[in-house]
């Protein structure tokens, strides 16, 4: 594996704490954590510098990291999306409420876990 080249690494770590701050956005208020997650501009920007860079992290480790930070983003606008469908329901609400949750929960989950790899400097798994 090739080594990436440190400016890669900061713009990593930039997409981590774009992702981070807009899930600091949707803990502090009315929104929720994944919604802030998914329609947030930080996510908005950082998904964009994910498919900008991602062909700089060829060969690095770094490439697992977009791979996972790409998926994020896109597989928490898919349980957004669930989520609102069955909010369309009233028999719906409360399923939805709990999708939302757990993918806050989850999106938070990735992020950390994401960001202490980079940190560490190895690939996600």
Not at 32 to 49: D, H, L, M, R
Not at 79 to 107: D, H, K, N, R, S
Request: glycine letters at 10%; one cysteine or more; proline letters at 4%.
């Amino acid at each position: 594996m090739v080594e990436p080249a440190p400016s890669l690494y900061r713009v990593t770590n930039l997409v981590y704490a774009l992702h981070g701050l807009s899930i600091l956005i949707g803990i502090s208020t009315a929104a929720t954590v994944i919604g802030a997650f998914v329609f947030g501009w930080p996510s908005i920007i950082a998904v964009i510098i994910n498919y900008v860079k991602r062909d700089d992290a060829r060969g690095t480790y770094l490439e697992s990291h977009f791979r996972w930070q790409i998926r994020t983003f896109w597989f928490g606008l898919l349980w957004c999306a669930i989520g609102g469908m069955l909010f369309a329901t009233i028999v719906g609400i409360p399923v939805a409420l709990v999708v939302w949750i757990g993918a806050g929960l989850w999106a938070i989950y990735r992020i950390v876990r994401g960001w202490m790899a980079l940190w560490d400097r190895r690939p996600v798994a």
